[in-house]
């Protein structure tokens, strides 16, 4: 495997660490042993400047123990406490917003940080317990010790207060639906580069990445999964003499099954599908999602969650139509960028690719499309819905406006079918008025 797949497959597997609530936490225990060890083999040495001494009092062998052992159960304890308040919260999260919007608390650093935090001040109390008989001659390392370790315990009162604070206010819905933004609007840069990275490819007109290899081969999935990342350098970077052109049937996000088609080589020469194991591992498959190379990740993430405010069981329109403003200026932040090329070319080799892109179009079917059709009977969010095509339609240009317009027409004809008040109806017109 180079150095460009390794990268991808490094990439993939960031990805997944970052939204555990493992790694982080055994980082800062690490950290917490080694730092441990670090201060003992010093304070045991030292010895107090008379400058410090007010302010550290002379404590006693047995007076240490017993605060050491009194912090660390309080910090195991706090610990399992802040655990639990995790779990009721992901749980409240599932049930309220859906279940697929479990990644974005896991990947909340500041929860991370927290359980890190209590862990590792637990781990130091016990390594200090276990070594407080090597400085039992050292009166100044012995109180030095104390007041590092009331010096922790003080930071671990105040990081449980503010965790208190912070998930109670990350299962509120308003601050669900900021995150999602925020994440798309962090990863944007990268979901929709403009213009293609990497200098030696160019975009190209379809006719001109005409297959023009004799031989084709099919490459295909070995394993079952959500296409997770693709490595589009990989398919240009083939040698000439041997490739003509790859065309990718494929993009982040798709489902595949085992024995489907994943690309399609055009050789030169005969060749097997066996002579492109390597490439097809350009092509990271997993059990999940991903918004690594998916703009449309974070859309359904605000989409399930103004599904399951407009559920029977919820019933909560406010929640939609606050989606709704969301969903809308992510869609106009889209429409002013350049979504990347269906077709690349390598500007030495000339071998071209074709693949399958995301587009402004199916940015706003997934932004709208599901919401529109769960709605049929709130009509204060269908009648929101329609402002917001308007806004939208504003900031876009001639040749979007049509799917714009497509959509708010969808509307009006759904409408039409419910029976509803003459009031209603003269809001409806309104809103429809910048589509006519």
């Given amino acids: 495997m180079n150095l460009r797949l390794l990268a991808t497959r490094v990439r993939v597997l960031w990805e997944s660490l970052s939204t555990s609530y493992w790694f982080i936490p055994l980082l800062m225990m690490s950290i917490s042993v080694a730092l441990c060890y670090a201060c003992l083999s010093v304070i045991e040495r030292a010895f107090l400047p008379d400058v410090l001494r007010p302010l550290i009092p002379l404590v006693t062998q047995e007076s240490v123990q017993q605060l050491l052992s009194t912090v660390a159960g309080a910090m195991i304890t706090v610990t399992s406490i802040a655990f639990s308040m995790t779990l009721v919260s992901l749980t409240l999260a599932s049930n309220q917003f859906g279940p697929r919007l479990i990644r974005n608390f896991m990947q909340d650093r500041k929860t991370q940080t927290v359980l890190g935090i209590l862990v590792s001040t637990f781990l130091f109390c016990l390594i200090s317990l276990h070594h407080l008989s090597s400085i039992n001659s050292n009166q100044d390392a012995i109180s030095m010790l104390a007041g590092a370790t009331v010096f922790l315990a003080l930071i671990d009162c105040v990081t449980i207060i503010y965790f208190i604070h912070h998930v109670s206010r990350s299962i509120?819905?308003?601050?669900?639906?900021?995150?999602?933004?925020?994440?798309?609007?962090?990863?944007?840069?990268?979901?929709?580069?403009?213009?293609?990275?990497?200098?030696?490819?160019?975009?190209?007109?379809?006719?001109?990445?005409?297959?023009?290899g004799d031989f084709l081969v099919s490459v295909k999935a070995v394993q079952n999964g959500y296409v997770q990342t693709i490595n589009y350098a990989s398919f240009l970077n083939q040698n000439a003499t041997e490739v003509a052109g790859c065309e990718l049937h494929v993009r982040s996000g798709d489902h595949v099954l085992c024995g489907e088609a994943l690309f399609t080589v055009h050789c030169r020469q005969p060749t097997s599908e066996a002579d492109f194991t390597t490439l097809r591992q350009a092509v990271v498959l997993g059990a999940n999602r991903t918004p690594i190379?998916?703009?449309?990740?974070?859309?359904?993430?605000?989409?399930?969650?103004?599904?399951?405010?407009?559920?029977?069981?919820?019933?909560?329109?406010?929640?939609?139509?606050?989606?709704?403003?969301?969903?809308?200026?992510?869609c106009v932040q889209v429409a002013s960028r350049e979504f990347p090329a269906e077709n690349l070319i390598h500007t030495s080799s000339e071998v071209w690719l074709k693949r399958r892109t995301f587009t402004f179009v199916g940015v706003v079917d997934k932004a709208y499309s599901q919401v529109r059709q769960s709605a049929n009977d709130q009509i204060a969010v269908l009648i929101h819905l329609l402002k917001s095509l308007a806004k939208l339609k504003?900031?876009?240009?001639?040749?979007?406006?049509?799917?714009?317009?497509?959509?708010?027409?969808?509307?009006?004809?759904?409408?039409?079918?419910?029976?509803?008040?003459?009031?209603?109806k003269k809001s409806i017109e309104e809103a429809m008025l910048p589509f006519e």
């Fill in 394 to 424: 504003q900031c876009c240009i001639a040749t979007e406006q049509k799917t714009i317009s497509t959509h708010a027409r969808s509307i009006e004809e759904q409408m039409a079918t419910l029976t509803i008040s003459a009031s209603d």
């Fill in 172 to 212: 509120q819905a308003d601050q669900v639906i900021a995150n999602c933004v925020l994440h798309f609007e962090s990863n944007i840069n990268s979901l929709l580069p403009v213009p293609e990275s990497n200098t030696s490819f160019r975009a190209i007109a379809e006719q001109w990445a005409a297959p023009k």
């Fill in 293 to 330: 190379q998916d703009p449309e990740f974070a859309i359904s993430q605000l989409v399930e969650i103004a599904l399951r405010a407009l559920s029977p069981g919820i019933n909560d329109p406010h929640t939609a139509i606050t989606c709704l403003d969301k969903l809308t200026a992510i």
